[in-house]
């Protein structure tokens, strides 16, 4: 069973193109979770979802953030017109979606770098 | 916002010691995480407590909870150079949905 996985691991972009962030859950992984990561701090939440569904999307930025979870592909995290200080690292981790399975699994991150 | 403590920021010990990292959180949860992240990778989920627990082990890891204090320790024993790492603590809060983690605690691990 492959686990979660990831793509780009790394994307470079200038100021004011769009990033795409791909996340493959893991097989029977129903839930996804996206978070960033700054340089040399914690992970912040970004959004939850669930197949079609957005569940919270209290940590997403009001603008240029948005996030897909389609009934078939990988989930997507799209940041348009991207700004220096979107440079992170993201994060996606996927659950059961199941009562009493709550560990979420990581996948390996996207490193983007805007310059 | 409500997020995971972790102290301290940054501990370095020598091979063979042991690391206690402790995390704080303020509002009341399911259950609490402990991840580790090497550098430039991934997390990599290491124990799960719930909330009616105080106490679980896996191999050398040992985590406690104190609800009424709302707090968790990490204790790995006997450290090895190879658990150098980022430690971070995570929170499911009630009534949400989403985990919060604390900046976590860097952990350096001389052999």
């Known amino acids: 069973n492959a686990g979660v996985m990831q793509n780009p691991r790394h994307l470079v972009r200038r100021r004011g193109q769009e990033a795409r962030l791909r996340c493959s859950p893991m097989?029977?992984?129903?839930?996804v979770y996206w978070y960033r990561q700054l340089p040399e701090e914690g992970l912040k939440f970004m959004v939850y979802?669930?197949?079609?569904?957005?569940?919270?999307e209290s940590g997403m930025p009001k603008e240029r953030f948005s996030a897909e979870f389609p009934k078939e592909g990988p989930s997507i995290l799209r940041i348009q017109q991207v700004v220096r200080g979107d440079s992170a690292a993201y994060f996606c981790?996927?659950?059961?979606?199941?009562?009493?399975?709550?560990?979420?699994?990581f996948g390996p991150g996207t490193r983007l770098l805007v310059l | 916002s409500q997020q995971g403590e972790e102290d301290p920021q940054a501990l370095s010990i020598q091979e063979g010691e042991n690391a206690t990292m402790n995390c704080s959180y303020k509002?009341?949860?399911?259950?609490l995480q402990w991840y580790r992240q090497n550098s430039g990778r991934g997390l990599v989920h290491l124990i799960l407590?719930?909330?009616?627990?105080r106490e679980k082990h896996s191999g050398r890891l040992r985590v406690t909870l104190d609800t009424s204090k709302k707090s968790s320790s990490l204790l790995i024993t006997a450290s090895r150079a190879a658990d150098t790492a980022s430690y971070f603590c995570?929170?499911?809060?009630?009534?949400?949905?989403?985990?919060?983690f604390g900046a976590g605690t860097r952990l350096f691990v001389k052999a």
């Open positions: 979802l669930q197949k079609e569904n957005i569940i919270d």
């Open positions: 097989k029977g992984h129903s839930h």
């Open positions: 509002t009341s949860i399911n259950n």
């Open positions: 981790a996927s659950s059961p979606g199941t009562l009493g399975q709550e560990t979420q699994y």
């Open positions: 995570a929170t499911d809060n009630t009534g949400g949905f989403k985990t919060i």
């Open positions: 407590i719930r909330s009616n627990e």
